[in-house]
């Protein structure tokens, strides 16, 4: 039986739970993600329950789809030829449809 014990510089560590730990040095780099530029070829109407958003056609500039034109909700100010940076190029929003309230079709 004397034989089985470890000798004490041989001892399994105890396991530590995270308030024991050392704190991990946290990065302050900013990353961001990959945007691609389009431009503003059109700005079609309002849109939003508020007319808080504005539906623009906009032309992609770079990446994969480019030369592909989008129509997009943007949110906040925006003319014919400003640049927008689209975090990704394939979903396009829905046609603004010209009926207001009350009306049919």
Known sequence: ?????????????????????????????????????????????????RGDAIQVRCKVLDGRDKNKILRRNVKGPVQKGDILMLRETEIEARHLSKAGRGMSG
């Open 1 to 49: 039986m004397a034989e089985d014990k470890k000798p004490e510089g041989e001892q399994k560590p105890r396991k530590r739970d995270n308030k024991g730990a050392p704190a991990e040095k946290k990065s302050t780099a900013i990353r961001f993600s990959i945007a691609y530029p389009a431009r503003v070829e059109e700005v079609s109407g309002r849109t939003g329950t």
